[in-house]
């Protein structure tokens, strides 16, 4: 399946890049950040984020479509 | 009732202006300001950055749930993003109420969720040239409270 | 930090910007405006009457409380006097804080303390052509439990 | 003695005044109060009542002074 990537923060560093598509055999959330993990290098913990599927808060074990975009979401600091 | 991300300054007082209610008698307001320090750093500038589309939807909730727990008329939130200098405005909060402790309530409930649960991040550029994307520890140990991620 | 009696106008963007400092991280500001109805009555305007040297060392000492109790950096309030219409400002608090949970607190408890404490008062003029000094009796109740008068 | 009364709110309605020059034998301002509550025809409990005495908050029973600036203060209603 393809799915767009979102990029925000430290991601953007890590992947060089804001956005991407993206194949992959990943049915969930989970499964894709352990693909990306391995492909950049990223060691961040996935406990310590959350994830947006089309723009919602999402689970990390809900099944993704083909299409989805789908974000990383690291500790906020707005405000 | 509004939240709004916005590349240019704030203008304070015409977002105050449209708040103004002949039956609210009290408004409360906060104002993030670019320090120029953070953790000991000293702060030249930063970017902020927001995923819009999740922002929106999430600080909408918060306003939403700062309405139905507190006794206020209207609440409404503005965020900077982009390139600010020291001594600008990165966020804005107002609420009017017919009474004053509602309003201080929803007001610091509002910023409070909102530096949780709303995606926004903060590059900062410090003075010794580098910089960094920002952690902000208080509330990564509110997220974890909160169990929206985990130790 | 200062106390200020104001015969005119407040201009709360000339006394926000007083406050800016670049190593405050917070602002927070209370404003209070003259409602249309009061109790059930509907007001058209209004007259704040003050006593002056009282007020000002009266002020001064729960500004300084409040710098005292809270860790903030600045405060600052502005009382108007005189006839004031509905939709005016009566009182400007603001404060600034490193850290915005001790600028919540402080700004609260300035317009707390003042409503009991300040020697000002208001003659409301009502659309049915009455007027009267308005006896503020939650203010006449905390004064009460703080020992100032009695029941 | 002669002492300066000076009058808010509800109490210039009363007076009819804003301040006076008040000759009194009244040594405190309990004294004075009960004094003024006569000629005036107020019935304004004085417990519910603050004192100031040259512009400080004071104290019912204290002694008061030749010229002192003296004014009763009803609940207060700023803000």
């Given at each position: 399946m ?15 890049k ?25 060691n ?7 994830v947006?599927v ?8 809900q ?6 975009r ?10 | ?6 590349e240019?300054p704030?203008d304070i ?23 120029d ?10 970017e ?15 306003l ?13 939130v503005?965020?900077r ?9 990165a966020?804005?909060?107002?609420v ?15 910023i409070d ?8 991040w903060?590059?900062?550029h ?26």
């Amino acid at each position: 399946m393809t799915y767009q990537l979102l990029y925000f923060a430290m991601f953007q560093d890590w992947a060089g890049k804001n956005e991407e598509q993206f194949s992959s055999a990943a049915a969930t959330p989970a499964a894709l950040y352990e693909e990306l993990c391995k492909k950049y290098s990223i060691n961040y913990p996935q406990r310590q984020l959350r994830v947006a599927v089309n723009d919602q808060f999402a689970n990390w074990e809900q099944p993704l479509n083909d299409g989805d975009r789908i974000a990383f979401i690291p500790p906020v600091a707005g405000g | 009732m509004y939240f709004e991300i916005s590349e240019t300054p704030i203008d304070i007082i015409e977002r105050r202006t449209r708040m103004v209610q002949y039956h609210a008698g009290g408004y409360v307001s906060f104002e993030g300001w670019i320090r120029d320090h953070n953790h000991g750093k000293e702060v030249r500038s930063l970017e902020y950055q927001a995923y819009p589309a999740l922002a929106g939807t999430e600080a909408e909730k918060i306003l939403q749930e700062a309405k139905d727990q507190f006794a206020i008329d209207d609440c409404d939130v503005v965020h900077r993003v982009g390139h600010l200098d020291v001594g600008e405005i990165a966020v804005w909060v107002g609420v009017t109420a017919a009474h004053r402790g509602a309003a201080f309530d929803a007001c610091e409930y509002i910023i409070d969720e909102l530096k949780i649960r709303v995606p926004i991040w903060k590059n900062e550029h410090y003075l010794n040239g580098k910089s960094g994307w920002v952690e902000c520890h208080e509330c990564k140990k509110k997220a974890i409270e909160k169990g929206l991620i985990h130790e």
